[in-house]
């Protein structure tokens, strides 16, 4: 269960992580437009105080010589010349910074991206998915004990979707279960020691974990000896519109 609740929130993260990147640019206009009109009221508040200063400073000033009051008066105009071009440069070095950022950690979701899809083209294929079948079907007829399969096929889902679904059964699937590529776009499962209703729960998680709509899904399911008493029959399930006659 804490395998099915760690899978959840990582599908919730990457949700989340999708809607940050896809509003960047939005957030990057805002605060600049913030740094703006913090800029121009700086500007107008300096330049409305200087007024009220001037008449003060140069014309009910009887000596015509430099003068404190003169000196101040220039010096705080050169002190909020320099307070805006700092504030200005402030901004662009941060915006600098946050871009280099961003750029950062969209390398890092590409790098992701790129093992998620990795992680679904290293799967095992076919063949050593029906030999796997066979030997735990050898294996499960000896016992007594039963062996479940099952393979989810998704016809639109991208490379990206399937690398998030080997990422999914992954975390869900236990010792001894295994995971294969049956397709481009179709995972199987083999499940020893699982009864049909087992497989049919785990096969419902899977569906509500995914986030993927039913329709666009077909989940098949079976396990020996509930559902099929022969490996020919395990493999024609499994395979189900594929199955030859």
Not at 6 to 27: C, D, I, N, P, V
Not at 59 to 65: K, P, V
């Amino acid at each position: 269960m804490e395998n099915v609740a760690s899978a959840a929130s990582m599908s919730r993260h990457r949700a989340k992580s999708g809607s940050k990147q896809t509003s960047w640019e939005e957030l990057e206009r805002q605060d600049w437009h913030l740094w703006i009109l913090a800029t121009l009221l700086m500007l107008i508040l300096g330049i409305s105080l200087l007024s009220f200063m001037y008449p003060t400073v140069f014309w009910l000033s009887n000596d015509s010589a430099w003068q404190a009051q003169e000196r101040a008066f220039f010096g705080f105009c050169v002190l909020l010349s320099l307070g805006i071009v700092y504030m200005l440069q402030r901004q662009a070095t941060v915006r600098r910074l946050r871009r280099q950022l961003f750029e950062a950690k969209a390398a890092v979701e590409a790098v992701k991206i790129e093992a998620t899809i990795e992680a679904f083209r290293t799967l095992p294929g076919t063949e050593p998915f029906r030999d796997m079948l066979a030997m735990q079907y050898r294996r499960a007829s000896t016992s007594g004990s039963p062996l479940g399969g099952a393979v989810f096929v998704i016809p639109k889902a991208s490379l990206e979707a399937m690398g998030r679904m080997v990422h999914l059964l992954r975390s869900m699937l236990r010792r001894g279960e295994s995971l294969y590529r049956v397709s481009d776009k179709a995972l199987g499962v083999i499940l020893p020691n699982m009864p049909l209703s087992d497989v049919a729960c785990l096969a419902t998680q899977v569906e509500q974990l995914s986030g993927i709509p039913g329709d666009e899904e077909e989940v098949r399911i079976t396990s020996f000896p509930d559902d099929a008493d022969s490996l020919a029959e395990l493999e024609r399930r499994l395979r189900g519109s594929e199955a030859t006659p």
